[in-house]
């Protein structure tokens, strides 16, 4: 079973990655459709970066997103905030390009900047993290509409 951001994740205070679909939500997902990856602060937010720069969402917006990597208590959300305000330059809304300068950089830069020997290429990032819960998520799905046919 993979791993989704529920209320119950909330309660902790552990920062994590947030993986879900840029305009829909997993039960309409499709292999192909563009996702959207954040960084859950162990409180309140979901730092993430878009076409509007670096942005605080509510955790509201992102329940039931994937999961996808948990850090140590040894990163917290000072680690977040101090990285947020070195980067915001490099990260506002003029420099975002959905190939070049995306979400998925702006997460592999606080990787590399608060932890050491993580992927540093966005493939292999993808490959370690994203390509198997995503892959899970998909199977899962498809398994319980299997199920709910063949009853």
């Known amino acids: 079973m993979v791993a989704c951001f529920t209320e119950n994740f909330i309660k902790s205070d552990q920062l994590a990655l947030l993986l879900k679909p840029t305009n829909s939500t ?3 997902f499709n292999l192909g459709d563009d996702l959207h990856i954040g960084i859950y602060d162990g409180k309140f937010h979901v730092c993430s970066f878009s076409a509007e720069g670096i942005a605080f969402d509510p955790v509201e917006n992102w329940i039931n997103s994937l999961i996808v990597y948990s850090f140590s208590n ?5 680690n977040l905030i101090n990285f947020c305000f070195h980067k915001k330059k490099l990260y506002s809304n003029q420099s975002y ?3 070049q300068q995306n979400c998925f950089d702006f997460v592999l830069d606080f990787l590399t900047t608060v932890t050491t020997n993580f992927v540093t290429n966005k493939k292999k990032f993808v490959e370690k993290f994203i390509k198997y819960p995503l892959a899970r998520l998909i199977y899962d799905r498809e398994s319980s509409v299997i199920q709910y046919f063949d009853e």
Do not use: L
């Open 74 to 78: 040894t990163i917290t959300d000072q």
């Open 26 to 28: 997993f039960d309409d």
């Open 97 to 99: 390009n959905e190939i």
